[in-house]
């Protein structure tokens, strides 16, 4: 079955650092969702991209969807500690698998101020 | 604009027990998902409604079933209850097709 693997699992910075998380699907994608879930909390959505190359931008955030679908990544510049949490991605695949997302096991965010 | 609301916010039950959760889903929102989260892992898809039937299931046995009401209310029941159960359990909500959904805060459950 489709996979989503998620790089790093772990990722400490200093506040104003940059962060990067990778996200690799195992099949083509016909879209792909990024969530935060604070600790403690539940999965927030932040972004869909559905477009191949697709790149989007929500103020220090920017997500990127790979040209063959299979692969995305999601950027923060100059990290804040409100940023602290996990990011997961989640994919949705082609054809009749399209309602079930498949998430990544995300990428734990600290930030030391 | 209501959110996904999601009753227990906790529950602890026995092995061998059933147990019955519930969610209302956000105002609008026609389609609704149940995922399991394990700690420290993603949320993983269990089954999705869309108009009060089932359109789509995850690997989860059959003793893990749903509902979804007319107004588009649901429940997630499972049966047998077994140790790995124990899990966060979230409701999440759409107006249909694959856009982004609104998570509830979860029934956190304990077997034991």
């Known amino acids: 079955g489709q996979q989503v693997m998620q790089i790093p699992q772990y990722q400490h910075v200093q506040e104003g650092e940059d962060f990067t998380t990778y996200c690799n699907s195992s099949t083509t994608l016909s879209n792909i969702q990024w969530y935060k879930q604070r600790p403690g909390g539940h999965p927030v959505f932040l972004i869909q991209?559905?477009?191949?190359?697709e790149v989007k931008k929500q103020k220090r955030l920017t997500f990127q969807f790979g040209e063959a679908k299979k692969n995305s990544s999601l950027h923060i510049t100059a990290t804040q500690t409100t940023d602290v949490g996990t990011y997961f991605c989640?994919?949705?695949?082609?054809?009749?698998?399209?309602?079930?997302?498949?998430f990544g096991k995300g990428t734990l965010l600290t930030v030391n101020p | 604009e209501t959110g996904v609301t999601q009753s227990p916010t906790h529950l602890i039950k026995t092995r061998g027990q059933q147990v019955t959760l519930r969610c209302s889903s956000q105002?609008?929102?026609?389609?609704v998902s149940w995922y399991q989260q394990a700690l420290g892992q993603g949320p993983q898809f269990i089954f999705q409604y869309y108009r009060e039937e089932e359109n789509g299931r995850g690997n989860f046995p059959p003793r893990f079933s749903g509902l979804q009401f007319p107004n588009y209310s649901s429940e997630l029941n499972v049966n047998a209850l077994e140790l790995d159960d124990s899990a966060l359990y979230l409701c999440a909500s759409n107006t249909g097709g694959t856009y982004g959904y609104t998570f509830g805060s979860g029934t956190r459950l304990t077997v034991v």
């Open positions: 991209l559905v477009k191949s190359g």
């Open positions: 105002s609008g929102h026609n389609t």
């Open positions: 989640a994919g949705s695949g082609s054809g009749g698998s399209n309602y079930k997302l498949t």
